[in-house]
């Protein structure tokens, strides 16, 4: 497996710690809104990594936290009048909704900020024992950046334009300095017993604490395999986290740094405070979730995305075409893989995750396959391997996983939906009592309303013309 290191800047040959492990870390959202299109590239990317590599034969370990204390956490409670928990509790089950609908398997572990409090009480203390961090009058807690000499040697991102997005702040020894450790502000902040007194953790903190509680390796160089998260954490975020880390337990995060690139509208990088956000609960109303799924998984996980419903509907052509050829199969029971399409499929995605290629090599598999059906179309054999192959892929991509008619009703409303299952019933107990020129006629009607059916083994199938 080849992956794209982004602070070597070059694609290298991914060697775990240990041998055929993995654990891998990726950023999960701060829970005070619902998932936007962003939030959902970046978990289809990193859920295809983990499940190429679960495909090569590797353990994987996947871990995604949620961070449910932060500003505009607080701010949200204070305007709705709701609790912390009641505010990210919500928010929690709404990603995870999004996700499910997305197809994306949930994290092994699933850590929150707030239950994981007395993980970073630890860093911090470590840190302020090595001089790596500092008190000011006011209560709060800084790292020093200048105790780390290989502070940005992660990012390489050290100029004054990335340093001064830093929160600023006179007390700080150096603007680059970022919080550990807030202190009570007041009567509206939301604060924690510590033992650096009431306050709350920054941000950083949270993810190097969680990674060493629940998923890093002990007494080995790297605390995991893979960190992973969006383009625009790596710097100040993970650059930090990196920092904390090497201080706190002379020890290296990461082996391994990968970040997908933007979502954009209208070439604009997603983003709430821009007010463009596109929501994944509003695009679900409007285009089921595998179908968007293989539309943001569809580009290449570093390439910026610019979201477009004519590029939607684009790649849905694509996907419609896995689905015919299942359909042409249908009620077939897999047996195994034809072995050229699994070995040129699963070396495209070691090539970096290069879905362009692996996508490829399903179109060559689904034109050949339909070209072979066309001109056999009974054997048996042929169709219970293009079964396993569209296995695979469903295993691999999570797309494909419908019903292959079920897939061509998507769009049909639920009251269309119910007419047309009576007429097709209908029409069932008319061929039952041989009364054909009815069965006709109702077959006349569904065409009439756009409707195909079919008469198999496993009963009236039925899709949109």
Not at 76 to 103: P, Q
Not at 173 to 185: E, H, P, V
Not at 245 to 252: E, I, L, S, V
Not at 418 to 445: G, M, P, S, V, Y
């Amino acid at each position: 497996m080849v992956i794209y290191d982004s602070s070597k800047k070059k694609e290298v040959v991914f060697k775990p710690v240990k041998d055929k492990e993995a654990r891998i870390y990726v950023c999960g959202p701060t829970v005070y809104d619902d998932a936007h299109l962003g939030h959902a590239r970046s978990a289809i990317v990193f859920d295809l990594l983990r499940r190429t590599l679960v495909k090569l034969g590797f353990k994987v370990t996947f871990m995604k936290n949620f961070t449910d204390i932060d500003d505009k956490i607080i701010k949200k409670v204070f305007e709705s009048k709701k609790s912390l928990e009641e505010i990210t509790g919500y928010y929690i089950k709404r990603y995870l909704e999004d996700m499910d609908a997305l197809n994306v398997q949930r994290a092994d572990i699933e850590p929150k900020a707030t239950e994981s409090l007395e993980a970073m009480f630890e860093m911090i203390e470590r840190l302020l024992e090595q001089g790596c961090a500092y008190r000011t009058k006011s209560g709060d807690i800084y790292f020093d950046i200048s105790s780390d000499a290989l502070y940005c040697s992660l990012s390489h991102k050290c100029d004054e334009e990335s340093l001064s997005r830093v929160e600023p702040n006179p007390e700080k020894r150096n603007s680059g300095d970022f919080a550990l450790w807030k202190a009570c502000k007041g009567e509206n902040d939301i604060c924690f017993d510590s033992p650096f007194g009431k306050g709350r953790p920054g941000w950083h903190i949270e993810c190097s604490a969680m990674i060493d509680k629940f998923l890093a390796y002990k007494n080995e160089e790297y605390a995991i395999d893979i960190h992973g998260g969006g383009a625009d954490l790596f710097f100040p975020h993970h650059e930090n986290e990196a920092a904390q880390t090497r201080c706190a337990n002379h020890q290296k995060l990461a082996k391994y740094w990968m970040h997908n690139g933007f979502v954009t509208i209208s070439g604009e990088k997603m983003s709430k405070s821009l007010g463009n956000s596109f929501f994944v609960k509003d695009a679900l109303k409007i285009y089921d979730g595998e179908i968007l799924r293989f539309y943001l998984l569809a580009t290449h996980y570093r390439q910026s995305l610019n979201f477009n419903e004519e590029d939607l509907l684009q790649n849905k052509k694509r996907l419609d075409k896995i689905y015919r050829l299942k359909k042409r199969i249908y009620g077939i029971k897999p047996s195994s893989a034809d072995k050229e399409f699994e070995k040129s499929f699963l070396e495209a995605l070691q090539e970096d995750l290069n879905i362009s290629k692996a996508l490829a090599v399903i179109d060559a598999m689904t034109a050949q396959a339909n070209e072979h059906l066309d001109k056999n179309p009974k054997d048996k054999a042929f169709k219970q391997k293009t079964a396993a192959n569209i296995e695979l892929i469903t295993e691999v991509l999570a797309i494909g996983t419908k019903d292959a008619y079920e897939y061509f009703q998507l769009g049909i409303d639920k009251d269309t939906k119910r007419k047309i299952e009576e007429l097709i019933d209908k029409r069932t107990e008319a061929k039952k009592a041989k009364d054909f020129k009815k069965a006709d006629a109702i077959r006349e009607e569904l065409q009439n309303m756009g409707i195909n059916i079919m008469d198999t083994p496993q009963g009236t199938l039925w899709e949109k013309a």
